[in-house]
Protein backbone atom coordinates (compact mmCIF):
# COMPACT_ATOMS: atom_id res chain seq x y z
CA UNK A 1 0.00 0.00 0.00
CA UNK A 2 1.01 3.09 -0.60
CA UNK A 3 -0.28 6.19 1.54
CA UNK A 4 -0.11 9.34 1.46
CA UNK A 5 -0.53 11.47 4.57
CA UNK A 6 -1.14 14.81 3.36
CA UNK A 7 -3.67 15.50 0.34
CA UNK A 8 -6.22 18.22 0.43
CA UNK A 9 -9.47 19.16 -1.01
CA UNK A 10 -10.10 22.55 -2.27
CA UNK A 11 -13.43 24.11 -0.95
CA UNK A 12 -16.11 25.36 -3.49
CA UNK A 13 -19.73 27.15 -3.57
CA UNK A 14 -20.77 23.56 -3.47
CA UNK A 15 -19.44 22.60 0.34
CA UNK A 16 -21.59 24.58 1.94
CA UNK A 17 -25.22 23.25 0.45
CA UNK A 18 -24.62 20.61 2.78
CA UNK A 19 -25.45 23.55 5.83
CA UNK A 20 -28.51 22.83 7.95
CA UNK A 21 -31.85 25.06 6.66
CA UNK A 22 -31.79 26.92 9.67
CA UNK A 23 -27.90 27.76 9.07
CA UNK A 24 -28.30 29.65 5.53
CA UNK A 25 -27.92 32.52 7.28
CA UNK A 26 -23.91 31.41 7.27
CA UNK A 27 -23.20 30.61 4.14
CA UNK A 28 -19.90 32.25 2.70
CA UNK A 29 -19.93 34.02 -0.31
CA UNK A 30 -16.72 33.36 -2.78
CA UNK A 31 -15.46 36.57 -4.17
CA UNK A 32 -13.22 37.43 -6.83
CA UNK A 33 -10.66 40.17 -6.85
CA UNK A 34 -10.52 42.67 -9.59
CA UNK A 35 -6.82 43.34 -9.66
CA UNK A 36 -6.04 39.83 -9.27
CA UNK A 37 -8.11 37.21 -11.07
CA UNK A 38 -6.48 34.20 -9.78
CA UNK A 39 -7.17 35.61 -6.35
CA UNK A 40 -10.56 34.23 -4.52
CA UNK A 41 -11.78 35.22 -1.26
CA UNK A 42 -14.74 33.75 1.19
CA UNK A 43 -16.80 36.45 2.61
CA UNK A 44 -18.96 35.84 5.94
CA UNK A 45 -20.70 38.53 7.64
CA UNK A 46 -18.70 41.73 5.08
CA UNK A 47 -15.47 39.84 5.98
CA UNK A 48 -13.19 37.63 4.56
CA UNK A 49 -11.72 34.40 6.50
CA UNK A 50 -10.13 31.49 6.23
CA UNK A 51 -7.91 30.62 3.31
CA UNK A 52 -8.70 29.94 -0.48
CA UNK A 53 -5.76 28.46 -2.86
CA UNK A 54 -5.06 30.52 -5.85
CA UNK A 55 -7.48 29.54 -8.78
CA UNK A 56 -4.50 28.84 -11.49
CA UNK A 57 -5.36 27.34 -15.54
CA UNK A 58 -3.59 24.59 -16.49
CA UNK A 59 -0.96 26.66 -18.25
CA UNK A 60 -0.24 28.61 -15.03
CA UNK A 61 -0.56 25.46 -13.38
CA UNK A 62 2.54 24.37 -15.69
CA UNK A 63 4.19 27.66 -15.47
CA UNK A 64 4.43 27.22 -11.87
CA UNK A 65 5.76 23.54 -12.06
CA UNK A 66 8.88 24.27 -14.24
CA UNK A 67 10.00 27.74 -12.26
CA UNK A 68 9.68 25.26 -8.80
CA UNK A 69 10.87 22.08 -10.57
CA UNK A 70 7.78 20.22 -8.60
CA UNK A 71 5.01 18.21 -10.30
CA UNK A 72 1.93 20.69 -9.05
CA UNK A 73 -0.77 20.17 -11.76
CA UNK A 74 -4.21 19.07 -10.69
CA UNK A 75 -7.44 18.35 -12.63
CA UNK A 76 -9.85 21.56 -10.81
CA UNK A 77 -13.08 19.05 -10.77
CA UNK A 78 -9.99 16.52 -8.99
CA UNK A 79 -8.72 18.96 -6.40
CA UNK A 80 -12.21 20.33 -5.45
CA UNK A 81 -14.26 16.51 -5.16
CA UNK A 82 -16.48 17.61 -7.87
CA UNK A 83 -15.39 14.07 -9.48
CA UNK A 84 -14.69 11.52 -7.04
CA UNK A 85 -13.77 9.22 -9.61
CA UNK A 86 -11.58 11.33 -11.72
CA UNK A 87 -9.58 11.96 -8.27
CA UNK A 88 -9.57 8.07 -7.52
CA UNK A 89 -7.93 7.32 -11.46
CA UNK A 90 -5.56 10.29 -10.80
CA UNK A 91 -4.25 8.86 -7.86
CA UNK A 92 -3.86 5.59 -10.04
CA UNK A 93 -1.67 6.98 -12.13
CA UNK A 94 0.05 8.86 -9.47
CA UNK A 95 0.28 4.99 -7.40
CA UNK A 96 -1.55 6.05 -4.54
CA UNK A 97 -3.82 3.50 -3.18
CA UNK A 98 -5.11 6.16 -0.12
CA UNK A 99 -5.45 9.49 0.50
CA UNK A 100 -5.94 11.36 3.90
CA UNK A 101 -7.47 14.77 2.97
CA UNK A 102 -7.08 17.84 5.13
CA UNK A 103 -8.97 20.97 4.47
CA UNK A 104 -7.88 24.14 3.07
CA UNK A 105 -10.13 27.08 4.21
CA UNK A 106 -9.35 25.77 8.37
CA UNK A 107 -5.68 26.79 7.80
CA UNK A 108 -6.67 30.38 9.38
CA UNK A 109 -9.31 31.25 10.98
CA UNK A 110 -12.85 30.72 9.74
CA UNK A 111 -15.39 32.63 12.16
CA UNK A 112 -15.51 34.86 15.42
CA UNK A 113 -18.82 33.54 16.43
CA UNK A 114 -19.71 29.87 17.55
CA UNK A 115 -22.68 29.32 16.23
CA UNK A 116 -21.49 30.15 12.71
CA UNK A 117 -18.24 28.25 13.67
CA UNK A 118 -20.37 25.24 14.76
CA UNK A 119 -22.57 25.46 11.31
CA UNK A 120 -19.48 25.62 8.97
CA UNK A 121 -17.67 22.93 10.33
CA UNK A 122 -20.51 20.44 10.19
CA UNK A 123 -21.38 21.38 7.24
CA UNK A 124 -17.67 20.51 6.00
CA UNK A 125 -17.20 17.42 7.62
CA UNK A 126 -20.73 16.06 6.52
CA UNK A 127 -19.36 17.13 2.78
CA UNK A 128 -16.46 14.74 3.33
CA UNK A 129 -18.17 12.21 4.90
CA UNK A 130 -20.31 11.94 1.35
CA UNK A 131 -17.26 11.96 -0.53
CA UNK A 132 -15.84 8.98 1.48
CA UNK A 133 -19.19 7.09 0.56
CA UNK A 134 -18.27 7.73 -2.56
CA UNK A 135 -14.38 6.81 -2.29
CA UNK A 136 -14.69 3.51 -2.06
CA UNK A 137 -12.60 3.01 0.84
CA UNK A 138 -9.71 5.28 -0.71
CA UNK A 139 -10.57 8.57 0.73
CA UNK A 140 -10.26 9.32 4.66
CA UNK A 141 -9.80 12.41 6.02
CA UNK A 142 -9.37 14.85 9.15
CA UNK A 143 -12.34 16.34 10.65
CA UNK A 144 -13.19 20.21 11.51
CA UNK A 145 -14.11 21.21 15.07
CA UNK A 146 -15.92 24.14 16.11
CA UNK A 147 -13.20 24.54 19.16
CA UNK A 148 -14.94 27.61 20.64
CA UNK A 149 -17.64 25.22 21.72
CA UNK A 150 -15.84 21.65 23.05
CA UNK A 151 -19.57 20.12 23.70
CA UNK A 152 -20.48 20.74 19.80
CA UNK A 153 -17.18 19.46 18.92
CA UNK A 154 -17.17 16.52 20.98
CA UNK A 155 -20.84 15.85 18.72
CA UNK A 156 -19.15 16.46 15.40
CA UNK A 157 -15.53 13.87 16.10
CA UNK A 158 -18.43 11.08 16.79
CA UNK A 159 -20.40 11.87 13.36
CA UNK A 160 -16.92 12.02 11.25
CA UNK A 161 -15.71 8.73 13.13
CA UNK A 162 -18.59 7.05 11.41
CA UNK A 163 -18.32 8.65 8.37
CA UNK A 164 -14.81 8.08 7.65
CA UNK A 165 -12.49 10.74 9.44
CA UNK A 166 -9.30 9.10 10.79
CA UNK A 167 -8.43 12.56 12.65
CA UNK A 168 -9.39 15.49 14.21
CA UNK A 169 -7.61 18.67 13.16
CA UNK A 170 -6.54 21.57 15.15
CA UNK A 171 -4.44 24.77 14.70
CA UNK A 172 -1.47 25.03 16.38
CA UNK A 173 -2.88 28.53 17.77
CA UNK A 174 -6.90 28.04 18.42
CA UNK A 175 -7.37 32.17 19.14
CA UNK A 176 -5.61 32.97 22.34
CA UNK A 177 -5.41 29.14 23.24
CA UNK A 178 -2.33 27.20 22.78
CA UNK A 179 -3.04 23.23 22.45
CA UNK A 180 -1.47 22.54 25.59
CA UNK A 181 -3.94 23.97 27.55
CA UNK A 182 -6.07 21.88 29.53
CA UNK A 183 -9.38 23.17 27.94
CA UNK A 184 -8.56 20.75 24.69
CA UNK A 185 -8.29 17.98 27.15
CA UNK A 186 -11.93 16.60 26.40
CA UNK A 187 -11.38 16.80 22.80
CA UNK A 188 -8.16 14.53 23.22
CA UNK A 189 -9.66 11.89 25.10
CA UNK A 190 -12.33 11.18 22.78
CA UNK A 191 -10.12 11.26 19.26
CA UNK A 192 -8.08 8.69 21.88
CA UNK A 193 -11.67 6.52 22.90
CA UNK A 194 -12.13 6.43 19.28
CA UNK A 195 -8.93 5.66 18.10
CA UNK A 196 -8.42 8.89 15.81
CA UNK A 197 -5.40 10.77 15.36
CA UNK A 198 -4.39 14.89 16.34
CA UNK A 199 -4.06 16.19 12.95
CA UNK A 200 -1.97 19.40 13.72
CA UNK A 201 -1.64 20.89 9.97
CA UNK A 202 0.28 23.95 9.21
CA UNK A 203 -2.24 26.45 10.03
CA UNK A 204 -3.23 29.78 12.62
CA UNK A 205 -6.00 30.74 13.58
CA UNK A 206 -4.83 33.40 16.32
CA UNK A 207 -5.93 36.66 14.65
CA UNK A 208 -3.03 38.37 16.66
CA UNK A 209 0.13 36.10 15.65
CA UNK A 210 -1.36 35.91 11.92
CA UNK A 211 -1.04 39.45 11.16
CA UNK A 212 2.33 39.95 13.24
CA UNK A 213 3.73 37.27 10.88
CA UNK A 214 2.37 37.93 7.99
CA UNK A 215 5.30 39.04 5.32
CA UNK A 216 5.54 42.76 4.75
CA UNK A 217 8.88 43.46 3.32
CA UNK A 218 10.58 39.38 2.22
CA UNK A 219 9.42 36.26 0.52
CA UNK A 220 8.96 34.25 3.48
CA UNK A 221 5.01 33.28 2.58
CA UNK A 222 3.55 31.39 5.36
CA UNK A 223 6.87 30.35 6.58
CA UNK A 224 6.42 32.35 10.14
CA UNK A 225 2.63 32.52 9.87
CA UNK A 226 1.81 28.69 9.82
CA UNK A 227 4.87 26.54 9.74
CA UNK A 228 6.70 28.11 13.21
CA UNK A 229 3.54 27.76 15.41
CA UNK A 230 3.39 23.85 14.27
CA UNK A 231 7.18 23.22 15.06
CA UNK A 232 6.27 25.14 18.78
CA UNK A 233 3.57 23.60 19.16
CA UNK A 234 5.78 19.58 18.34
CA UNK A 235 7.91 20.63 20.80
CA UNK A 236 5.48 21.91 23.67
CA UNK A 237 3.48 18.89 23.13
CA UNK A 238 6.52 17.10 23.97
CA UNK A 239 7.50 18.69 27.01
CA UNK A 240 3.91 18.68 29.12
CA UNK A 241 1.78 16.27 30.69
CA UNK A 242 -0.41 15.31 27.23
CA UNK A 243 1.60 12.53 26.50
CA UNK A 244 1.16 10.98 30.21
CA UNK A 245 -2.72 11.95 30.41
CA UNK A 246 -3.25 10.71 27.40
CA UNK A 247 -0.96 8.12 26.72
CA UNK A 248 -2.63 6.84 23.71
CA UNK A 249 -3.38 9.45 21.82
CA UNK A 250 -1.38 9.64 18.26
CA UNK A 251 -0.30 13.18 17.05
CA UNK A 252 0.63 14.10 13.52
CA UNK A 253 2.17 17.21 12.77
CA UNK A 254 1.74 17.57 9.03
CA UNK A 255 2.96 19.84 6.13
CA UNK A 256 6.16 21.54 7.46
CA UNK A 257 8.62 19.13 6.43
CA UNK A 258 10.44 17.01 8.73
CA UNK A 259 14.08 19.48 8.19
CA UNK A 260 13.47 20.53 11.85
CA UNK A 261 13.15 17.42 13.84
CA UNK A 262 16.41 16.95 14.93
CA UNK A 263 16.97 20.52 15.99
CA UNK A 264 13.56 20.00 18.31
CA UNK A 265 14.12 16.22 19.64
CA UNK A 266 17.76 17.84 20.65
CA UNK A 267 15.67 20.33 22.70
CA UNK A 268 13.36 18.75 24.20
CA UNK A 269 16.03 16.04 25.69
CA UNK A 270 18.39 19.07 26.73
CA UNK A 271 15.73 20.52 28.09
CA UNK A 272 13.94 17.35 30.06
CA UNK A 273 16.37 18.06 32.73
CA UNK A 274 15.77 14.15 33.19
CA UNK A 275 17.29 10.92 32.46
CA UNK A 276 13.57 9.55 31.93
CA UNK A 277 12.70 11.36 29.04
CA UNK A 278 12.25 9.21 26.28
CA UNK A 279 15.54 8.47 24.24
CA UNK A 280 13.37 8.42 21.10
CA UNK A 281 11.13 11.05 21.76
CA UNK A 282 8.72 10.65 18.46
CA UNK A 283 8.41 6.75 18.77
CA UNK A 284 7.88 6.73 22.45
CA UNK A 285 5.29 9.85 22.47
CA UNK A 286 3.29 8.67 19.73
CA UNK A 287 4.50 11.73 17.75
CA UNK A 288 4.51 11.59 12.99
CA UNK A 289 6.08 14.31 10.96
CA UNK A 290 5.43 14.25 7.13
CA UNK A 291 8.82 14.30 5.29
CA UNK A 292 9.19 16.55 2.03
CA UNK A 293 10.69 14.86 -0.53
CA UNK A 294 13.97 17.17 -0.12
CA UNK A 295 14.08 16.84 3.02
CA UNK A 296 17.48 15.12 4.30
CA UNK A 297 16.41 11.73 5.45
CA UNK A 298 19.34 10.15 6.85
CA UNK A 299 19.58 12.82 9.07
CA UNK A 300 15.98 13.34 10.04
CA UNK A 301 15.93 8.99 10.58
CA UNK A 302 18.95 9.51 12.69
CA UNK A 303 16.64 11.73 15.11
CA UNK A 304 13.60 10.42 14.19
CA UNK A 305 14.15 6.77 13.65
CA UNK A 306 12.39 5.08 10.73
CA UNK A 307 8.94 4.68 12.74
CA UNK A 308 7.29 7.98 12.73
CA UNK A 309 8.29 9.79 9.63
CA UNK A 310 5.37 9.81 6.54
CA UNK A 311 5.00 11.70 3.28
CA UNK A 312 2.57 13.76 1.90
CA UNK A 313 2.08 14.99 -1.63
CA UNK A 314 -0.22 18.16 -0.69
CA UNK A 315 -2.30 17.67 -3.48
CA UNK A 316 -4.29 20.30 -4.35
CA UNK A 317 -2.06 23.23 -3.00
CA UNK A 318 0.80 25.48 -5.45
CA UNK A 319 2.57 26.20 -2.32
CA UNK A 320 6.26 25.02 -0.95
CA UNK A 321 4.90 21.78 0.47
CA UNK A 322 2.98 20.66 -2.62
CA UNK A 323 4.83 17.77 -5.25
CA UNK A 324 1.69 16.20 -6.76
CA UNK A 325 4.26 13.13 -8.03
CA UNK A 326 6.34 13.31 -4.39
CA UNK A 327 5.78 9.34 -4.00
CA UNK A 328 7.39 8.81 -7.18
CA UNK A 329 10.39 11.32 -6.30
CA UNK A 330 10.23 9.64 -2.96
CA UNK A 331 11.19 6.34 -4.08
CA UNK A 332 13.94 7.46 -6.41
CA UNK A 333 16.00 8.66 -3.06
CA UNK A 334 19.15 6.34 -3.25
CA UNK A 335 19.86 7.78 0.11
CA UNK A 336 17.93 5.35 2.36
CA UNK A 337 17.06 1.52 2.08
CA UNK A 338 13.61 0.21 1.17
CA UNK A 339 12.31 -1.43 4.15
CA UNK A 340 12.61 2.26 5.57
CA UNK A 341 10.70 3.14 2.44
CA UNK A 342 8.37 0.74 2.98
CA UNK A 343 7.66 2.06 6.76
CA UNK A 344 7.48 5.72 5.41
CA UNK A 345 4.96 4.42 2.68
CA UNK A 346 2.87 2.06 4.67
CA UNK A 347 3.38 0.99 8.07
CA UNK A 348 3.50 4.51 9.53
CA UNK A 349 0.65 6.68 7.89
CA UNK A 350 -1.25 2.80 8.61
CA UNK A 351 -0.35 3.32 12.33
CA UNK A 352 -0.82 7.28 12.72
CA UNK A 353 -4.45 7.12 10.88
CA UNK A 354 -5.62 3.50 12.31
CA UNK A 355 -5.39 2.44 8.27
Known amino acids: MVIDADAHVVETEHTWDYLDKSDKKFRPQLFQSSENPNAQYWFLDGKAFGFRN ?33 RLQHMDRLGIDIQVLHNTLWIARVADRPDAEIALCMAWNRWMADVWKRAKGRLFWSCVVPAMTISEALQQIRFARENGSVAV ?34 ANASPQLYEQFRPRYDNMGGFAQFRIPTVVTCLSVMMSEIP ?53 FPFVLKYAGDDNIVIGTDYGHTDASSEVDAIAVFRGNNSIGEAAKKKILDDNPRALYAL
Open 169 to 202: CLRPFEAERHLVDPYFYPLYEEATRLNMAMAIHI
Open 54 to 86: PTLTEQELDAKSKETGRKLQTPAEARELRDVEL
Open 244 to 296: QVFPGLRWGFIEASAQWVPWVVNEAIRRSGTKSFPKNPLKELKIYVTAQTDDD
